[in-house]
């Protein structure tokens, strides 16, 4: 049990330490690498795919992500081993690939939109699953990230609600696609 908790904390602890690598990078050297988050629609701004989850404008950016992203990350990881990989890598590149497109002409950066892919993810997929672990994890994701669900809504104009709201459609694209595709076999 403990080596499959440590396995499963692996990614999301990786990609972690790397966000506030990257921040202490910034504030050390006094740079700002916002310049490479998402920019819509324009070509440097694909960059932004790889780079806007790892990039975080302030102490409280960062320090808002980091529990979530660690806590739905490693969710995803511990029980649905098989399927892990492939919903996070949709819940990165997908999301960042539909803010790209469709998002406001802005700079675009926090791992905001892969947590709200976790999320949605997590919370949809034991209801198109109907097993009753799954259904447990979909329960408690609600219960302690329920409130994500305001964060959908336009409401502060320096908050990249785009983000939020395509990793919310992938979350639950993946959630629907994988709960009906697996039927009752493992995950």
Known sequence: MLERISESVLVPARLTLLMWGVFFFEISWGIDFSFLGIFPRD???????????????????????????????????????????KIFFYCYFITGMLVWLFGRPSLHIGAS????????????????RKDF????????????????????????PN???????????VGFGTAMIYGRRLGRVGY
């Open 159 to 169: 908050v990249s609600y785009e983000s939020h709201l395509y990793g919310a459609l």
């Open 113 to 128: 939109g892969v947590i709200y892919g976790l999320a949605f993810f997590l919370i949809f997929f034991g209801f198109f």
């Open 133 to 156: 672990r799954s259904l447990i994890i979909s329960t408690l994701i609600i219960i302690f990230y329920g409130s994500l669900f305001y964060g959908l809504l336009p409401t502060e």
């Open 43 to 85: 070509l440097f701004g694909l960059i932004g795919i790889i780079a806007s989850p790892l990039l975080h404008g302030s102490w409280w950016h960062i320090a808002s992500n980091t529990v979530p992203f660690l806590f739905l990350g490693t969710t995803l990881f511990f029980f649905y081993p098989r399927i892990a990989n």
